[in-house]
């Protein structure tokens, strides 16, 4: 009770996340001059990296704070990219057909929305994926795919080579700090605290009057736009379309390994964990079944061991919070951090601990 | 028609076989475990090991392999699932994807890419069939895969109500704190639970070897076959995979009839009307509840 008595406030940001955020800014003001200074090669190599990180984030955001993990996100990735085509076929210019494409696929996810936020848990996971494989089945049918033989972006032929890679780099740099800008936003407004909410205990939030069902389909709309986004990004580095490539549930895999690695359900876990993926697919991608093998062992490994991921453990060791959406409470009298209240609204597991 | 109806039904067998191990141990655990088609796959490689190698018939080879799904799916409950679903209820399902990419990549690694069959190693039975009136006919293997389904999910079923380890089971399925203080060990009858679940699983990979080709990738469509099964037929209930199985065996009939690539496409319409209706009758049983409450 003598804890109470004494003079307590409410923090978010610290010295060390004022100086995160300013860094952040830093380094996107460094990536956006990049490509005038480095070489082809690392130019597309950096443009995967920023496709890597919306995935990540943007299936965070779904399982880690909305509690809603997805094995088919692949259908938003393959959606994306095939929208692209076809309004690219339709005579839009690709660029503003990649856009269009994005709101094309959030679009989609809404009424799809409305009955696949009924399901619970594993049947949400794989209900997602039956999803992926009927919109993979059905793209195929349209004539202009030519099923598994796949198209082309052709009219991105109409940009000069250095041009197209660093339009497309600008692009995946935008689209990377926009949607993890309107995340960090969203997680930090009255809406984030919901968020948590639900994710810590969904009938508890209920029971105090969050709106959990809309909530959760905010988060899903935003996925499936981020995810979409990133297919188009995807086509346009890549330029050939093959729905089997598309449609496949290795990006799920992907996107369950980063944040698995980096920190499920915190928002710099899933930056460092694609940061991760990117350089292991650099290093040992070339070693085909075992780098897979490798991949899908890691994600077990974590998932057993470290649930909480490597910015998890690096969140407990040194008690740093560089992008903070929680809040945390610290008591000023004694001038340090009350360990076992200031997790509240971070973490989960935690809280059941300190209980 | 009624061959397409009755090799419909025939193939719902096949679905429901598969789907019964997920079905139970979602029923009894709330898992679902996403390793479950690539554990399938896994047991149908093994018996083309046995075959190819040892000259061993996969009816005979099942005597080795099914108490290696068992030993499998104990150790799979005690090593792996028991401990990830402390972490909370989505956990099992990452741990249960990272597993099936590694059990897939590794029979790649070691297999190839070559797809297989058990089919050369049972004889005739592949391809016997009888002859009913009208020009149907009726596979035999079809027939005892159907009939092999029946049997396991009505064995469960007893399994579940009458032995005194089902009981166990059921009892930690409701409760695991209360199942614990009059003396269940939770731990071995999740564990049990799961081994059996696995040796339902290498029978349907039996089955999938014998009447079809399978490949080191086959277990994703396994897994969401027998995951439609069991929702079209009301996650849980054994019976209801049953028909399940079948309904989702008579959607992709129907799809192939109506379009040459409509055969999966049928399925996962299927699955998707059945999630529809469930929504929309939720919805009027809610509005008839309000009524019967006011009239009341």
Known sequence: MSALGQAMKVERWTPASRTAVAGVAIVVIALAV?????????????????????????????????????????????????????????????????????????????????????????????????????????????????????????????????????????????????????????????????????????????????????????????????????????????????????????????????????????????????????????????????????????????????????????????????????????????????????????????????? | MINQLIQGVLLGGYYALIACGLSFMFSVMRIINLAHGSLAVLSAFGLWLLAERFGIQPFLGLAIVLPVMAAIGWALQRYLLERSSRGGALLPILTTFGLAIVIDNLLFEQFGADTRSLAPYIGSLSYDSWEWPGNIYVGKLAVLILVIAVALLGGLQLFLSYSSMGRSIRATSEDPDTAGLVGIDAGRANAVATAIAMVTVGIAGAALGMRATFDPYSGAPQLLFAFEAAVIGGAGSLWGTLAGGIVLALAQTLGAQLHPLGFLIGGHVAFVLVLFVRLFVAGRAGGLRTLIGRAG
């Open chain 1, 34 to 355: 990049a490509p005038l200074l480095l070489r082809a090669g690392l130019v597309d190599r950096l443009t995967a990296l920023f496709i890597y990180v919306i995935l990540a984030a943007m299936w965070n955001a779904l399982a880690g704070f909305g509690g809603l993990v997805s094995v088919g996100q692949q259908v938003f990735f393959g959606l994306g990219a095939y929208l692209t085509i076809r309004l690219a076929d339709a005579g839009i210019d690709p660029f503003i057909a990649m856009f269009v494409a994005g709101a094309g696929v959030a679009l989609f996810s809404l009424p799809l929305s409305l009955f696949m936020l009924r399901l619970r848990g594993g049947e949400f996971a794989i209900g997602m994926w039956v999803i992926a494989e009927l919109v993979h089945l059905l793209v195929n049918l349209d004539r202009l795919v030519q099923g598994e033989t796949g198209t082309s972006l052709i009219s991105l032929n109409a940009y000069e080579a250095t041009t197209r890679r660093e339009t497309i780099y600008w692009l995946a740099l935008a689209s990377m700090a926009a949607l993890l800008g309107i995340l960090f936003v969203v997680l930090r407004s009255r809406v984030g605290a919901a968020i948590q909410a639900i994710r810590d205990n969904e009938d508890a939030a209920a029971s105090v009057g969050v709106r959990v069902v809309t909530t959760k389909r905010l988060l899903f709309v935003l996925a499936a736009f981020g995810i979409g986004m990133a297919g188009a990004l995807w086509l346009a580095t890549a330029v050939t379309f093959q729905p089997k490539t598309y449609f496949s549930v290795q990006w799920t895999a992907y996107m369950i390994f980063m944040v698995l690695v980096g920190g499920i359900g915190r928002f710099e876990g899933a930056i460092l964990g694609a940061i991760i993926f990117f350089l292991i697919e650099t290093w040992f991608g070339s070693a085909g079944v075992w780098y897979l093998v490798g991949l899908g062992a890691t994600a077990l490994i974590f998932s057993l061991l470290l649930p909480r991921g490597l910015w998890g453990a690096i969140e407990a060791r040194w008690d740093l919070r560089l992008l903070p959406v929680g809040y945390r409470l610290v008591l000023s009298s004694k001038g340090q951090v009350a360990r076992s209240a200031s997790q509240i609204s971070d973490h989960p597991t935690e809280r059941v601990e300190s209980a």
